[in-house]
């Protein structure tokens, strides 16, 4: 079983490929665009996005949508997360989170997967805190100022151990339930 994996990052595939390489699904990478809606919502963008691929046609195919959703920002950076990563970063969240209290905030990551003319849409969250300073020189994006635990931010965690709790190793994870439902029934 082939999916073609539809992102402008390679690394993404490679991590694909590796988390599903034990069920025979073998990763293509393309570059195919879409239209991401303007909405709060990182679902509603993937099924969006889904809806607009498969009426031009194409099928069996991965699309993901990630960000960081700040409580006391009320959601943002959230579905914005690479526009707040280019433009203010972690220094300007920092910023708007200075002296405010309520430090709590989630990573979510929604995988939109087409297969076999279904669909299968799932989200992995990964709750933590941010910090009032970056720390660690690890990882990227929001990383330094994220902690899952309250001591150490993800940049300070190998990519291991942020896969065995990250948003995204959490989305896998439940995508592979819904894929292994899936071949275990064209086996049958
Ligand atoms: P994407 O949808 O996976 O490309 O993620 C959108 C943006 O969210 C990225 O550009 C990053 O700024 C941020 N982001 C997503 N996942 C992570 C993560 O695991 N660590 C830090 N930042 C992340």
Redesign the pocket.
């Known amino acids: 079983m082939k999916l073609k994996v539809l992102t402008s990052?390679p690394g993404?595939v490679r991590e694909y490929q590796k988390a599903f390489d034990d069920m025979g699904i073998e990763m293509e990478h393309h570059h195919i665009p879409y239209d991401e809606i303007q909405t709060s919502e990182l679902e509603e963008v993937v099924e969006k996005g889904m809806a607009e691929l498969r009426a031009k046609g194409l099928r069996d195919f991965i699309i993901?949508?990630?960000?960081?959703f700040i409580d006391a920002l009320k959601g943002f950076p959230g579905v914005y997360?690479?526009y707040?990563?280019k433009t203010i970063g972690n220094q300007g969240i920092l910023t708007l989170m200075k002296d405010i209290k309520d430090r709590g905030a989630e990573?979510r990551?929604c995988i939109g997967c087409d297969i076999d003319g279904e669909t299968i849409v799932v989200t992995g969250r990964c709750r933590g805190t941010i910090l009032h300073e970056e720390r660690g020189d690890g990882?990227?994006?929001?990383?330094p100022i994220?902690s899952p635990d309250g001591k150490r931010s993800?940049s300070e965690i190998s990519v291991e151990e942020?896969n065995t709790m990250?948003?995204?190793g959490n989305a896998v994870k439940l995508l592979r339930e819904q894929l292994s439902k899936h071949v275990s029934e064209q086996k049958h």
């Open positions: 990052n993404k993901d949508d990630s960000g960081l997360s690479a707040g990563q990573f990551c990882g990227f994006g929001y990383d994220f993800f942020k990250s948003h995204r």
